[in-house]
Each structure stands twice: as structure tokens, then as C-alpha cells.
């Protein structure tokens, strides 16, 4: 089968396409074609796959060539991150929301052509959550929980998610999207997410580096590791539709932690002088931003998907140590 | 002050410039000029009025014009209806989800010159809301109930909610979703919508003709009369943003009926006779798509506003036949 990921040279989809190589099937099927589409060429080591091509490029010029190219399954995972879209509203909606409906556009051409509708993976956002102070969220969000997205980003990825519940609806997706949860630890450098500072805390201690954090030691946060979010996507496209359960987005699983208790787990890890890097500096909008996202979920869903949270954040702390040793420059106690 | 209504030409659009030209005014403040833009002419009488202006043709190329024109107040009505929009995917991302997104950047396009921004109503409807098999609605919708959309149509207001809440938490506009519920009685011919069928069974029997009635009379609807839903957009676009209660769609006031109780009105009004004329001959498409809608609601934020949903049936019918007498043909018992 041949798949595709958007945003496959971000850190995300680099990883997602480690993984898809290693597993060499979905659903039983071979993977015999990875495409990788971004703004910049994949990894070195993913180039080296022969089963591998790059398209590299603005995704909106591309879409029509990708969807006369015809997948089996894609993952759409190419955006503008949060703090990107707050600055400059023309490129979230460019970069987000056209881009997105032109690719569905693209993908329906190909379908209504008589092409089986591919899986279509959504990678949707914590972030589609947000207080409006007139109708604050609940203590814990469910299944059924109405969004009411505080920012740009927010807005885009929940337009996005209708499009792909029509788009399935009608027949010429098959689409799924799963709401992805702030992604912790994320190596290399910062994003420009709002978010962003959630990996920064640990990942700029562990290399010896300070680290500013923008927000409240208490502030609790709904997180996922790289490796429990790539599950998510993966289980999510090679679910059943009935398995899914309706049209509409799955939160994926979320460890609920507070700040400190991250601090806490990089101090089991990397002792006090690691957590002595990292400095307050409240900043009001990234606290409004982050703040409103909700930190707390429950999902019967997901539990149905077999999908379930990461136990606890040490664990979290470990497997960005054991992924990317060459970015532990500290001496560690584990 | 200078108001738009686009769909100004149209029945609601029509009958909401008649309404605010006999009040000469919106928050105290004169109105000198109010444009409809539609694809069609506005109706006679209101061109009559030296106050009317009349931009006629495909909204989507008019956007920016009218954006560049500059107004104090926008009530955005314009829309494909929802019977269309299924037969017609393109049709309805362009009428629905293309035009409301220019006409947007249009009108912040202004803003962004200077101008103050523009109070604008966005005439959603209670189509967004449909019942996924996965995620049944609840037997009353309340807020802050999750509309999972089950038409283009409702996908695409449910869409334009969110650019609306955004456009206005961005400043560019200040925006307010009201979400009609289906209109009854409508005078005239039956305009494409799943619905019509909900004016058409009181309409067509006072004009001596026969009607078919595609839905069980035990279905239960959600209705308001054209006087209460335009009751409903005024209210709306007068209400201060503190009022209004955040950036969430609201949903406008619903009388809960069934069919039967529908054709019970008529014969109070009209004899059994008028009833006899309606037939009943399934059609599980529409059924379908109009029995997903909710039939019940409660709301918190409109009752804060003062609307109230109009009182029975009965006197909808006679509300009816008091604005159309030329279209009742048949002797009455009242």
C-alpha cells in the first residue's frame, strides 16, 4: 500500500514514518510507498528507505498532484502551530484551513474519478478546547464535549474536523480524526507553539541549558509522549469505522500532570541542579492560551480503541532520554 | 446608520428589511440605508423606499465591494438551502462556506483600514445539530449541547459559527451566531430545503391545493413563526456582547410540535377539510435528515435575552394567514 504523510519531516511525522517502516504493514497490508510531504526534505535516515519519496514544498501547491497521485491512507498532519496563527491570521488560515480543504478537494477528485476513498488520518488538537468565559468547559471533558476554541489554531482545527466527518460522510474520505494532546518531550528546537515550553522545561535541562517556563508551577496540562501519540494515529487509521465510533473527533489519551509534578519527574531523573535551570516568567497570553486548554478528559471511545494514557511523567522523562542521547548532555541519577 | 442583509431579496431577508424599516431604527441609532444583496431584486415595496439599495447578484463576487463599502451592521442571511447543498456538494462549499468566508475577510479587510467593526448576525441554524449513531443528542439541547452535524448544510453553518467567533475574537467584527430554527409558516413556493415540507402542509391546503407530508405525524419539530425569528435576529444584534454571552452560537427560541399537532391547528382553523388535503407518503431521506434535528430546547442564554419561543401552532397559522391573505383561498372557521 502506499501512504502519506504530511508533515512528514517534522518531528512528528518523522516519527510516525519510522514507525510505519518498522511495522512494514497497516492492517496486514505491505507498505511499499511512504510519502513524505513538508516544507523541507525528511530526515537523512528516512531518505535512505527505499520505500521512502519526498515531496517537498508549500502543501497547498501540492495537493492537487497528491491527490491525482492517489493513496491508500494518509496522515494529515502539516499546520501552523498556535503562537504562529495568533500572530498572523492570514497564514493560519492559509496554512491550516485552506490547505486542509484543499487536500480534501484533492482526495474527492480522485474518489469521485472511482478511486476507493482512502483513510484519512486528522491530527486534530487539544487546542480546539478553550474557556469561553461564558460557557466555561467542565472539570472533565468527555466524548461529547463542545468545543469552543480560544485561539486561531483552536478554530482551524475544528473547521478542519467537520470537513473531514462531510467528506466521510458524503464518501470520499474515509476519514478519522483523533485530537492529539500537547506532545511532551519533543526534541530539537522550539516550535513557536504556545505549548512549546513544555518540552522546553525538561529537554534544555537534560542539555545542560536553562529553561524558561511561562506559566504557573500548578498549572495542570493534558500530555502524551511521542510514542503513545504515534500509537494513537496509527491505532486510530487501522480502526474499524464501527470501532471509531461515528464521525466525530476522538480525543487520543492524556496523562494529566501539573508543571510541578513535571519538575518533579526531571528531578528523579536529573536531580535538583537540572530543575534549578528552569526559571518563571509568567507570560499572561501563553498562560490564557495553555491555560484554557481543558486537563482532564475521559473517553469511552478510546477505551473501546484500547488506547490508554502514559503512566506517569518519569516514564515520559525516560523515553526522551533513551530516544535522543546525543541531547542528554547532564549527568542522570537513573 | 448603514445596514446589509445579504439574502436581502429572499423571504426572511425580505420580511427582516420590512421590519426594520417600519422601526426606522437599531439601538437607537436612525437608519439611513440599508442594502439587500441577493441574487434576485428585492421585492417592490421595499425598493419603494428611498432608503433601500438593492446589490443584485452572486454574493461570493460582491463580497469585496461591499466589504470596501463599509457598514455599521450586517445581518448575513444568504445561504443555499439544505436539500441543495446535499444534491450539490460544490454548490453548497461555495454558496455556504466560500461566500461567508469572503464576505468575512471583506469586512475585516475594512477594519484592518480603520473602520470600527461592524455588529454582524450570522443566521446559522438548528441543522447543525444532528444525531450521530455513535453520539445520540441528548433528548434536550441545551448551550452547550456538542452539534454533530449530519448534512453539508449543518456542516457548513456549524463552520462558519466558528470563523464568526473568531473574526470577532480577533476584533475584525463583532459577530453573533443565532441559530433559526425551522421557519413556519413560509409564504411562496417551496424553496429546496428539507424543511419545506413543515410550511408546505399549512400552505398549500389554505390555497385549496393538495400537500405531501414526507415525515410520520408523530415527528416532533422545532419551530418559530417568521415574526418571532426575526424578533430573534433583532434581539441579537442589539444585544451588548455581555448580554449576548460570549462568542457561541445561540440558539433562537423553539415552539416543540408534532405534524399532528401542526395539522390539528390547521383543521382549528381551516376545517378537516384543509387537513384532508395533506398525504402522507414517506421519504426516508427526509425523514432522516429533518428527524436528526433536535425537536427540544433549552437555553439559559436566550431566556437571559428575553426571547421567547411563540406560544402554539394555532396562532402561527393565523399569524400566517393575517400576513398572506392573497394566498388563502379556502373559508375559515375563525
Request: aromatic share 6%; proline share 7%.
Amino acid at each position: 500500500m502506499k501512504l502519506l504523510i504530511t508533515g512528514g519531516a517534522g518531528f512528528l511525522g518523522a516519527r510516525l514514518a519510522r514507525t510505519l517502516l518498522a511495522r512494514g504493514q497497516l492492517n496486514g497490508r505491505k507498505v511499499n510507498t511512504l510519502v513524505l510531504a513538508d516544507l523541507f526534505p525528511p530526515p537523512a535516515d528516512l531518505m535512505a528507505d527505499a520505500r521512502v519519496q519526498a515531496r517537498t514544498g508549500a502543501l497547498l501547491d501540492q495537493c492537487a498532484a497528491l491527490g491525482a497521485e492517489g493513496f491508500d491512507g494518509v496522515f494529515h498532519l502539516a499546520s501552523a502551530v498556535s503562537a504562529e496563527c495568533e500572530l498572523d491570521f492570514e497564514l493560519g488560515l492559509r496554512s491550516n484551513l485552506d490547505t486542509t480543504r484543499a487536500l480534501l478537494d484533492a482526495l474527492r477528485a480522485h474518489t469521485q474519478q472511482g478511486a476507493a476513498a482512502p483513510r484519512f488520518v486528522f491530527a486534530s488538537s487539544v487546542a480546539v478546547f478553550g474557556s469561553d468565559p461564558a460557557l466555561p468547559l467542565p472539570a472533565v471533558v468527555q466524548d461529547d464535549t463542545l468545543p469552543t476554541p480560544q485561539s486561531s489554531y483552536g478554530v482551524h482545527k475544528f473547521i478542519c474536523e467537520q470537513l473531514v466527518s462531510d467528506y466521510t460522510r458524503k464518501g470520499f474520505i474515509d476519514g478519522r480524526t483523533a485530537r492529539l494532546m500537547t506532545v511532551s518531550v519533543r526534541p530539537g528546537r522550539p516550535n513557536g507553539a504556545a505549548s512549546g515550553f513544555l518540552s522546553g522545561i525538561i529537554r534544555e535541562p537534560l542539555a545542560g541549558l536553562d529553561a524558561v517556563c511561562p506559566v504557573a508551577p500548578e498549572t495542570r496540562i493534558a500530555l502524551a509522549s511521542p510514542a503513545r501519540t504515534i500509537e494513537g494515529l496509527i491505532a486510530v487509521i487501522e480502526a474499524s469505522r464501527e470501532d471509531f465510533g461515528g464521525r466525530t473527533a476522538l480525543n487520543l489519551p492524556a496523562l494529566t500532570v501539573s508543571v510541578q509534578q513535571m519538575l518533579d519527574a526531571l528531578a528523579a531523573v536529573a536531580g535538583p541542579e537540572a530543575v534549578a535551570r528552569v526559571r518563571f516568567e509568567p507570560d499572561a497570553g501563553v498562560a490564557r492560551m495553555v491555560g484554557g486548554w481543558p486537563a482532564r478528559f475521559e473517553s469511552a471511545r478510546r477505551e473501546r480503541l484500547g488506547l490508554r494514557p502514559d503512566t506517569d511523567f518519569k516514564s515520559i522523562v525516560l523515553q526522551y532520554v533513551q530516544d535522543n542521547p546525543a541531547a542528554v548532555t547532564i549527568p542522570l541519577r537513573v
